[in-house]
């Protein structure tokens, strides 16, 4: 079964404080309020220093958790309405709020990861329950590579993710046995492959077609999870396919099927929804291309859906 099967999730009171109101319509002053700005300083600091770390420090109040029947504690980020770094440039004009934090914020850019908090496996921190392969499910992973470097900071994930997932997994002691990537853009295979080194080339698997799922179809994300992942894996996915009637299937399958959430470890989904009528890119705004009705109050319902069932949930950019 998944890691944290069995554990209680615990969601910090930052957290909460989006959770349980209506976030919709406040995304940008909420996350300007001085308490959630100081919070946002203590885990970023905390993400930096246990990023592969042997122990597990001293983690802020503002970290939400797993407490689980072993005794065993997992940290996490807390689930915000920025669904991206906490002082991303998405677009809200957080000094026109008048606070101190707000006046004091400097952005950061739109594909700064180094918010994060993922598995951890290294000494203290090592996940018993893994005793089988890791694998990593890249569901939109573009090219192999595109020149820029793996980095958390910055722009970190503009790098393609199937290089930096790899890294960012070995850093954590969990080095990925198989990585599966499918992207339904049309490459010339040579092209694609040219880049990926032959160290990594047996333990990558690409399908250069569209993902799709209706839970029974041979064709089926959740048929091909569990022909090859064992409860005994480790086994974490990326969704970001762009094409919200497929990415919502797939991650509320993760969140509400069993059979399903007993394969997955962690998840990381790029949940495009009406960002307050604010575009960054994504057009999900009214009048936008890509226009959805979902409110950043659905996307972190079905993020902390996920971590109620002990799968470690991210919000991806």
């Not at 807390?78 to 400097?106: E, Q, W, Y």
């Not at 032959?198 to 064709?219: G, H, K, W």
Request: glycine share 6%.
């Amino acid at each position: 079964m998944g890691s944290l099967a069995g554990c209680v999730y615990y969601p910090s009171a930052i957290e909460a404080d989006w959770t349980t109101s209506t976030a919709a319509g406040n995304i940008c002053e909420m996350a300007s309020s001085d308490e959630q700005v100081a919070a946002a300083h203590e885990w970023l600091q905390f993400a930096s220093d246990s990023r592969g770390s042997t122990t597990k420090g001293n983690p802020p109040p503002s970290l939400s958790s797993w407490r689980c029947p072993d005794g065993r504690v997992e940290y996490i980020e807390p689930l915000i309405g920025m669904a991206r770094h906490p002082f991303a440039a998405v677009g809200c004009d957080f000094a026109k709020f008048g606070n101190s934090a707000a006046r004091n914020m400097t952005t950061v850019d739109l594909f700064n990861i180094s918010f994060l908090i993922p598995a951890n496996n290294c000494g203290e921190n090592k996940i018993e329950s893994v005793t089988g392969r890791h694998i990593f499910y890249d569901l939109g992973c573009t090219v192999y590579s595109n020149g820029l470097p793996l980095a958390y900071d910055v722009g970190g994930a503009r790098s393609p993710s199937l290089p930096l997932f790899d890294h960012m997994y070995a850093q954590q002691c969990l080095p990925l046995d198989h990585l599966y990537g499918w992207e339904m853009t049309e490459h010339e295979p040579s092209s694609w492959w040219d880049p990926v080194p032959a160290a990594v080339r047996p333990r990558l698997t690409f399908y250069n077609v569209a993902i799709e799922e209706d839970y029974q179809s041979d064709a089926s994300f959740s048929s091909h999870l569990k022909a090859a992942a064992k409860p005994e894996d480790f086994v974490a996915i990326k969704v970001d396919i762009d094409h919200v009637a497929v990415e919502l299937p797939i991650v509320k399958g993760i969140a509400r099927r069993s059979d399903i959430t007993a394969l997955v470890d962690e998840v990381y989904f790029e949940y495009h929804f009406d960002f307050d009528d604010l575009d960054f890119g994504w057009h999900s705004q009214k009048g936008g291309e890509s226009h959805v009705n979902d409110t950043v109050d659905d996307a972190l319902a079905l993020m902390s859906e996920l971590r109620r069932a002990g799968v470690r949930s991210h919000f991806w950019i």
